[in-house]
């Protein structure tokens, strides 16, 4: 009977129609003996769109196959209608969307070619869909995967989306869907605006069918759609008529604003027209004010588009290279748009947004600064505006010019630079001026221009344009008030972590860097040197690498890495000597000195601080050199070499570095300590340098004071006075997790008679202070000479020394002399 009910409820048989009930047992009774001889999983996807016959039978099926080989799974789509599918008592699972991790996981693993830039807007309108994030990729051209073509305002669905949502978006009222059209179209879902933009054609409750399907939400004044695939569904479903249609209401709805007309303006456009390619070309110098380079290199691309004049075609690819190139890092990009420059005139365009671009291009690139320089130093002397301050083309160019001579780290290159600044007829613009006075040569230029930054520092908390809030910390750099500039370098950082211009991104984490090294705040300099390195390596062509690992090497060699801070070193040298880097040279220098001071290994740091600048001598143009000031003296003053520590510590007398900066005011004054003749000399000006009073904002820098007035108390007998400065010198060490310089001020302490840590002394009990120093540094390796250099005593005392401390160990051989001595060496 049942075999005849389902022969007849299936169409393979004659009789009457059987009843639910028996066709229901039936289907039951059948998927159990199937299930007898292997398990059996029945599947049933989009039941909410099954006929009702066979979902009653299905609802009655799902719920009679317990204790059997047998499972039964369906699915079906949220929001979707129920349909006659019965799924009361039966267990339900919500699948959820991919959360982020998984996501970018999945698209990165079926993409591993996306730009980031492309890959965190699929991220933004997938919203975890899988198949939205297999689908939307593939629907993209190449050259918008690659990020070398920008992508559309709204992105295009693929066919199986485009399917599934086209059905629901082309059922809704014309009406319905002009508006949704329109708020597709404008992004934010004003209200005012599509009233404004429907021009009495429609009317704002036209949206109730797409509200009542779910499609849209409608509240505060706001339309939103329901998931971003949605709106792409909305446009996917339009001609292009339709949508230049929309465009052209929505450039009237925005005669007020500038920017957004100028982009609808454009979509709307099909004809070369010089008149709405200029509207798009003055809306760009407005975003580029708000940081926001991906729009501006959009509209330009489509100005050049609109162009007439070939040569204004050519002009506009330029500066969209240049943008491309300098704020956001991508290279690839910017170099197609220069060959879009190129063939536009049938040859490289004569505009210095073309020289400034390919410079940037050619230095980013496997190419040498030097020649980089000489194409946009050459550019600037030929171009017929070089004289004009005011042309946005020459000052462009400038600033590009400068990040080049700073790169190259070599005086002569600034030579070519500040001759185009004197040809100005109006003379340079004053943050030009004042950044390269304070960046350049600061030891030379920093101080008389110290009171205009102070004036920019106070008008930067509300600067929104990014480029000016970062001159105005590199103008603040190495007179070390980047604190003044946190809260907008910050919005920069966090604008970049959200997709915005990579090389804005990166330039603010370098500051932020420099700030916290100073400052002792290692830990969140490690993680934002960290972040700068993968964002310099995914997003921004890898060439400012150096500056991120210059960081992490900075803080290995101060916290006792070594061989770490020296694999970083070989990295920033073994690149950025074949392409005429210097300044990342000079930057590796200044890792490795503060590495040889942790090691005690005063030769070396002398060699590598006198490499920068010569003692007696603040090398021009290479500003760095006042941040290894202070560590020359202290190499020089460790070797020997007295007479070359004096005259460095004159030589910061006289740039008046201490007028320059709170910090290097401590250095100057710790360092005429270092280098004074007197006991007398070398307290008075350890001291003044305790007393100013900023001396908490530095704490590494003035502990490494501390601990070297101690050594000098010590030796002179003082052992009070030195017991004070060590022990404010080890616990400051300890806070920063300075191990080479814990390793120091306990090594001074213990000569004191003071124990670091009087648990440790057990193991050489019967040894004086001073001979169980010297005991410690022979079980390091280190020879009578480098002792004696390091104590300040002669080789022949060490040897003296040494003579009774082999007896009271009770060892013969210098060689047994770490055991004797046990864990402490």
Partial sequence: ???????VALGFGDGPPPGRLLVSNAVTVLLRKAAARSSLLLIVDDIQWIDRASAGILSFVARRLSGSRTAFLAASRTGEEQGFFDRAGLRRYDVEPLDDEAADRLLTFQFPDLRPAVRSRLLQTAQG???????????????QRAATEPLPAVLPLG???GRYFASRVESLPEATRALLVLAALEGTGELRTLEAACAGSYELADLAPA??????????????FRHPLIR???????TSAERRKAHSALAEAFADEPERRALHLGEATTEPDEQVAAVLEIAVRRLLVRGDAPSAVALLTRAAGLSPNPADRARRLAQAALIGAEAMGEMKSAAELLEGSRQAVGQASASLHYASAAALVMLTGDGHVDTAHRLLSGAL?????????????????????ALICFVGGRRELWESLYAAMGRLSDGPPALLSLTLDMFADPARTGVAALP???????????????DTVQNVAGAAMYADRLAEVREPLWRIVLQGRDGGPARKHLVSLFDLCVDDFHRGKWDEAGVLASEALTVSEERAAGFFSWYPRYHLALLAAVQGRYDECLALVDQVVGWASPRGVGTARAFAHHALVLADLGRSDFEAAYRHASAISPAGILASHVPHCLWMAMDLVEAAVRTGRAAEAERHVMAMHEARLADLSPRLAILVAGSAGLAAATEADAGAHFDAALRLPTVDQWPFDVARIRLLYGERLRRARAVTEAKLQLQAALTAFRTLGADPWIARAERELRATGLAADSGRQQHAAELTPQELEIARLAASGLTNKEIAAQLYLSHRTVGGHLYRIFPKLGITTRAALRDALGPMT
């Fill in 1 to 7: 009977m049942q075999r005849d009910a389902l022969q």
């Fill in 129 to 143: 869909n899988p198949l939205a994030l297999l689908e939307l990729p593939r629907a993209l051209r190449q050259s």
């Fill in 159 to 161: 066919q199986q989306l």
């Fill in 211 to 224: 509200e009542q399907d779910g499609l849209v939400r409608v509240s505060d004044h706001r339309l939103a």
């Fill in 232 to 238: 792409s569904a909305v446009v996917a479903a339009t």
């Fill in 381 to 401: 002397e030929a171009s017929p505006q070089r004289e004009d301050s005011n042309d946005p083309e020459v000052v462009n160019a400038l600033w590009t010019l």
């Fill in 452 to 466: 205009r930054l102070l004036t920019a520092l106070e008008a930067v908390h509300h600067e929104l344009d990014p």
